[in-house]
């Protein structure tokens, strides 16, 4: 299977002429499924710096696959193996760490792509940095805070002549420079707030048609955070809140200082049961809304509780318990996938994090279950019911194990 993934790379960040290359474009990596769907990982990657800005991984059908690929390469895009895809994504990745920078949250997500791969199969070498130097430019995804944070980091680790910056919008790729900082369009945008507030009072005479629209702006404008944001909003009042929890990340990983997407994430995280999400946004809403702002003060009170019944059943800070959960939820998401090693991988580093975590022992069982590792499987059972005696799924799982022998 590893042979039939591609790798799309906008044309614009390989061009041979170092004058019109880009510093940072769109890689796209795509594995076909059965049933007509694809796995695709879909990457930022800053050749000049960071490493990788902004990741995600997601199943697609052909018509999202085709609408995403017109978005993403307005300018035109290359096709390529898997194994470039790799080796470039990760010397990106590479090249960013060694100037203390960390890839994008959901990069390990969206790296499932690489399984199977090997870098060494692409005997092409790859340059970062420009001149033998590093090179920021700022561009669409990074506030002027967080490019002075970058900058500083820069002359910490290379000195005050040994990087290259620019901070001007001129230099950003084609189609990310008429979005400015958020993809804005004054009249669009107000458009999209009545289309909203006509979704939350019940008024919208015609729901289906309304989101033909949004889906139509979001391809339009892939890169604003405000229609992610109505997007997402307007899914989870339709009460699919999947697709919500979806558009609602996206909108605040363009925009990391919108308080109202962070607020509207966390409700819906909640309702999916993904504590600790619900409570890495909450936090987020704390430290990015005004101290008088309503969400403020109940993302406030919503952590205080939560922080109290965490440390009751884990002794954790909520800070050490987020960590754990964020991993955990990683591998449910990943076994939800059938990547069992993968899974076990993430329900591993989710039980040192949270030694009680029962569900932990109880899913990394599940995983070695699947991969034919039966005594590892039956002692992370037996872990989850020594944390949890009356754990009826970890029970239940230890005794079908038991009956194949």
């Known amino acids: 299977m590893a042979s039939r993934t591609i790798t799309l790379v906008d044309s614009a960040l390989i061009d041979p002429d170092p004058d019109r290359r880009l510093q940072f474009g769109t890689v796209m990596m795509i594995r ?78 969206a790296s499932r792509l690489f399984g199977g791969l090997k870098a ?20 669409a995804f990074h506030t002027e805070e967080q490019a002075q944070r970058i900058i500083a980091q820069l002359e910490r680790r290379c000195g005050p002549d040994g990087f290259h910056y620019l901070m001007k ?4 790729p084609e ?29 919208l005479e015609d729901p289906a048609s309304a989101e033909q629209t949004l889906l139509s702006e979001r391809n339009r404008r892939p890169h604003s955070s405000f229609v992610h944001y109505v997007l997402g909003t307007f899914q989870a009042i339709q009460g699919r809140h999947e697709e919500a929890r979806e558009n609602l990340q996206r909108a605040v990983d363009l925009a990391p200082w919108f308080a109202e997407a962070w607020q509207n994430l966390a409700t819906t995280c ?32 919503q952590l205080a509780q939560l922080e109290k019944m965490v440390l009751k059943e884990s002794g954790l800070s909520l800070d050490d318990w987020m960590e754990a959960g964020l991993v955990y939820q990683e591998g449910l998401d990943a076994m939800a996938e059938s990547e069992w090693e993968e899974g076990e991988r993430l329900m591993r580093e989710a039980a040192v994090l949270n030694p009680r975590s029962y569900q932990s022992f109880n899913n990394l069982g599940l995983c070695l279950t699947f991969l034919g590792r039966k005594e590892e499987a ?14 009826a799924s970890a029970q239940v799982n230890l005794d079908n194990l038991d009956n194949q022998d």
């Open 169 to 172: 919008v001129e230099e950003l």
């Open 270 to 301: 909640k309702v999916l049961e993904r504590i600790p999400e619900m409570a890495f946004a909450l936090r987020k809403v704390t430290e990015e809304a005004e101290p008088d702002d309503p969400c403020f003060l109940e993302a406030r009170d």
């Open 32 to 109: 076909p499924k059965s049933g007509g769907r694809f796995d695709v990982g879909n990457f930022l990657v800053d050749v000049g710096c960071v490493g990788v800005r902004d990741a995600y991984f997601k199943v697609m059908d052909e018509d999202e696959l085709e609408e995403v690929k017109a978005a993403f390469f307005p300018g035109g895009c290359e096709e390529k193996d898997g194994a470039w895809g790799r080796k470039f994504v990760e010397g990106a990745v590479a090249y960013g760490h060694s100037l203390g920078f960390k890839p994008h949250r959901d990069y390990k997500k």
């Open 120 to 139: 060494a199969d692409c005997p092409e070498e790859f340059e970062y940095g420009r001149n033998g130097k590093p090179f920021y430019v700022q561009g």
């Open 378 to 391: 039956r002692t992370a059972f037996q872990e989850a019911l020594r944390i949890k005696p009356d754990h």
């Open 175 to 203: 189609g990310l420079a008429a979005d400015l900082l958020d993809g804005a369009d004054d009249e669009a945008d107000a458009a999209l707030g009545d289309l909203l507030e006509a979704a939350s009072e019940g008024t």
